[in-house]
């Protein structure tokens, strides 16, 4: 079984600048997540998508962070304009359906992308 | 907001020994789940939790639920070197959304 895929792996920007991230779950998949992990961190929910509607944006910061999954199968989250403390690794999970639906429902993570802003 | 601490921050061990960590809130939670991530990559479910007092194992790894449901425990014996990494717990209840909160993980390093 195929895993998530991100793309880029890494990604070097200068504070200001514009960027994409990509992700495609696993097949299958109805339930989609982005998550922020800030070196030395736990992962954070950014955003949570059922299909292609939005659940949980609660902690995406809006003002600069957008995200879509228009055919409810790939996902790309966007930072416009990028500040140094968006400097993270961003990965990317999916899930048969929203967790807690049913008991052993499991988060599969990608790889995520290493972003540095300078 | 929900806040998982974890214990130790980091550990340096000898191959062979037996490893203790612990995940601790001031929330309740009814699921525990306990991930592993390897440099570079995203995090790996070890083991998943979902009753007060369960104590499941996997391979040489054991976690348990706390009988309050404020607190996990891992455990890995005879440590080797491909346990390096970090380990993470999570937790999870429908009254905050079923949303995944990590702690900051356990740093494991593993002298040979």
């Known amino acids: 079984e195929a895993g998530v895929a991100q793309s880029p792996r890494y990604k070097i920007i200068e504070k200001r600048q514009s960027v994409a991230f990509w992700c495609n779950p696993i097949?299958?998949?109805?339930?989609l997540y982005w998550y922020q992990q800030i070196l030395g961190q736990g992962p954070k929910l950014l955003i949570q998508?059922?299909?292609?509607?939005?659940?949980?944006d609660s902690q995406l910061p809006k003002d600069r962070f957008s995200a879509e999954r228009l055919k409810g199968v790939d996902s790309t989250l966007k930072i416009q304009p990028a500040k140094l403390e968006d400097s993270a690794v961003y990965l990317c999970?999916?899930?048969?359906?929203?967790?807690?639906?049913?008991?052993?429902?499991?988060?599969?993570f990608g790889s995520g992308t290493q972003l540095s802003v300078l | 907001g929900q806040q998982l601490n974890q214990s130790p921050q980091s550990m340096f061990i000898q191959e062979g020994e037996d490893v203790s960590m612990n995940c601790t809130s001031s929330s309740i939670f009814n699921t525990w789940l306990w991930y592993k991530q390897d440099p570079g990559e995203g995090p790996v479910l070890l083991i998943a939790l979902y009753k007060a007092g369960e104590l499941t194992s996997n391979g040489r790894l054991t976690a348990q639920f706390g009988i309050t449901r404020k607190d996990s425990f891992l455990n890995i014996s005879a440590s080797i070197p491909s346990d390096v990494g970090i380990y993470f717990c999570a937790g999870q209840n429908p009254e905050y959304g079923n949303k995944l909160v990590f702690g900051a993980g356990t740093i494991l390093r593993v002298k040979s």
């Open positions: 097949s299958g998949h109805a339930t």
């Open positions: 998508f059922q299909n292609n509607g939005v659940v949980d």
């Open positions: 999970a999916s899930s048969l359906g929203p967790l807690g639906r049913g008991i052993g429902e499991k988060l599969f």
